[in-house]
């Protein structure tokens, strides 16, 4: 298989990182060894009040997003649930993130989305209603479950800051298992070039503080696996089943946000700890955590005994990680994918995710060029907005440190290519769907096969 690569020289770290694409499937990323690191993004959903995300699309800040473009400003969540701009948001004051919002939040989703369930709701109730990323600094903390996820704030070039943000969850809370997998036979080696993630992640220029959050471990174990589940399962459901691969020195805590929100509205996301997916020997982690799923599904002694649903199963990734999604495409279980900066498949459905100031930016015009010759179906969003941190790729950032800004887009895609739900499908599809004409926030597109 020919390789086409693009070298990226970084003579002050003496190192080289490179942006591949197979030519002979049209399977394109920006990622074979692209850098992943903590800090930065894009503006929000919401803006708190008080000015903290900057203003006036000057070179210090950014102006805050467009109308969502739907008639209330609204999204639609699992189950056809319209998560509106207060759910979002709630709760959310000039000092922060109020107690009361994110539990309305989801008492809200529990009444709309029906089902009187005395154990489940009983479940619900013992859940925090607000987690604080930069609290959650042990393994333990990071197992409590929670109704919402609050992230750390952003610093700005212009000494303001973005944030913190709130991101609210669904229907049935989120739970992380850190660190599983140990003494089974799906423990990975782990990749010698995790040691060089201290010189990766400074190489992004990111506000330090966000820095040094993502470098701080949590005791987690490279060669396993952690899981983001629904905190609550209710009896005789299963659950579609998202196989994730981190970007390079991604540490999974980096992406809690996206993934808690996701899980939090009825799916399990299995994602191995390495930071080098796409990079042998840790090349096949993201294949290796279905092979552990369906493990766990058939293990009578597990909590997912018999709760996965092993016929709706995806598989995401960022940078190295889309790449190894890329490859993952031609597995016969995955049923549709996502390439968080970025990719295109003949392989799979698929969701191209880029913005402006990505390593490698091919802008909105060059992501519709690739999505529409790729033979799958396929659509791309590219974000604008994107915060002025002093950082040199802000833009590959943005479901990391600016997650609110992607999680609709991330769940409605989901929910219609593996629950087949008819309301998500108006997000991508129409002249009016619901991401269509948001072109101050973000560019959408897709190309003529995804119907």
């Not at 600094?137 to 944030?163: C, H, Q, R, W």
């Not at 005789?236 to 999974?252: D, F, L, M, R």
């Not at 790449?323 to 968080?340: E, H, M, N, Q, Y």
């Amino acid at each position: 298989m020919k390789k086409i690569c693009t070298v990226i020289p970084v003579a002050t770290l003496a190192l080289f990182f490179g942006a591949c694409s197979d030519d002979n499937n049209n399977e394109t990323t920006g990622t074979g060894g692209e850098v992943i690191a903590s800090g930065g993004g894009q503006s929000g959903t919401v803006t708190p009040s008080g000015g903290s995300g900057g203003g006036g699309g000057s070179s210090e800040g950014v102006e805050p997003p467009a109308d969502s473009g739907a008639p209330d400003g609204s999204v639609t969540g699992t189950g056809g649930t319209v998560i509106t701009d207060a759910v979002a948001d709630a709760g959310r004051t000039d000092a922060g993130v109020s107690d009361a919002g994110p539990e309305a939040a989801v008492t809200d989703a529990v009444v709309s989305e029906g089902g009187t369930d005395p154990g489940f709701e009983a479940c619900i109730a013992t859940l925090i209603p607000n987690s604080k990323l930069v609290e959650m600094d042990t393994a333990e903390k990071m197992e409590v479950p929670f109704k919402a996820m609050t992230i750390l704030p952003t610093p700005l070039s212009n000494g303001d800051a973005y944030g913190p943000m709130t991101v609210s969850g669904g229907l049935y809370g989120a739970k992380i298992e850190w660190n599983e997998g140990a003494g089974t036979e799906f423990v990975n080696p782990i990749n010698s070039a995790e040691s060089s993630c201290a010189m990766v992640v400074s190489f992004f220029g990111e506000p330090q503080v966000l820095n040094d959050d993502l470098t701080k471990l949590r005791d987690m174990d490279q060669s396993i696996y952690t899981i983001f589940r629904p905190a609550c399962m209710k009896e005789g459901e299963k659950y579609p089943v998202i196989t994730w691969a981190n970007g390079t020195c991604g540490y999974i805590h980096g992406y809690a946000a996206l993934l808690s929100h996701l899980a939090s509205h009825g799916y399990v996301i299995i994602a191995s700890n390495s930071t080098y997916t796409g990079t042998p020997p840790t090349n096949t982690v993201q294949l290796r955590s279905l092979d552990y799923a369906e493990a766990l599904n058939a293990d009578p002694n597990s909590i997912y005994y018999q709760k996965l649903d092993l016929d709706k199963i995806g598989a995401m990734g960022h940078s190295q990680g889309a790449g190894a999604t890329a490859s993952a495409a031609s597995d016969p279980r995955v049923k549709a994918l996502i390439f968080w900066n970025s990719g295109v498949s003949n392989n799979k459905p698929f969701l191209n995710v880029s913005g402006e100031r990505d390593l490698g930016d091919i802008g909105a015009s060059g992501m519709a060029t690739r999505t529409n010759g790729a033979t799958q179906p396929g659509a791309w969003v590219y974000y604008h907005q994107v915060l002025v941190t002093g950082g040199t790729a802000t833009g590959h950032l943005v479901l990391m440190q600016q997650p609110e800004r992607v999680v609709d887009v991330n769940l409605a895609w989901w929910n219609w290519q593996l629950k087949g739900d008819q309301e998500a499908k108006k997000m991508f599809i129409g002249d009016n769907c619901g991401f269509c004409n948001r072109n101050a926030e973000f560019e959408y597109g897709h190309n003529s096969t995804l119907q």
